[in-house]
């Protein structure tokens, strides 16, 4: 159990350090438009180089935070035996950290434990696990 959650952390992980990389280098090649415009003396061109550039790097950022949410929330829903994480995930597509915040407080609590069956997590109330159902 504790194998296969270290696994899917260093995955996790691996997908966020290449993320990352992806949006610094996306980033940087968007902050040396200001430099091209600067060469014609054209102020202006360089603020708005500027001022998109950043825009675009929170909206980039905006999304990537809202689909690791949905993410989280599906495995979340799943490994605690919610029958309608379809639901939760929209409620959190919708309404982003608000959303998320709702979810926190109305899913079951509860601790989280490995299946012997399947070695998926699954509350330790709960009579049968969502994943084989032993």
Avoid: E
Avoid at 2 to 27: A, D, E, P, W
Avoid at 43 to 66: P, W
């Amino acid at each position: 159990m504790k194998s296969k959650r270290k696994i899917i952390i260093r995955r996790f992980y691996t997908i966020m350090r290449k993320s990352i990389s992806v949006l610094t280098v996306l980033f940087l090649f968007m902050m040396s438009f200001p430099v091209f415009a600067q060469y014609n003396d054209d102020a202006g061109a360089a603020a708005c180089g500027v001022g998109c550039s950043v825009l675009i790097f929170i909206i980039i950022g905006t999304i990537a935070l809202n689909i690791a949410m949905l993410v989280w929330v599906a495995r979340d829903a799943k490994s605690r035996g919610m029958d309608s994480s379809v639901l939760w995930m929209l409620l959190v597509m919708f309404t982003s950290v608000i959303g998320l915040i709702i979810y926190l407080f109305s899913r079951p609590q509860g601790n989280l434990i490995s299946c012997q069956h399947c070695k998926n997590t699954r509350l330790q109330a709960s009579a049968k696990c969502p994943h084989c159902g032993n």
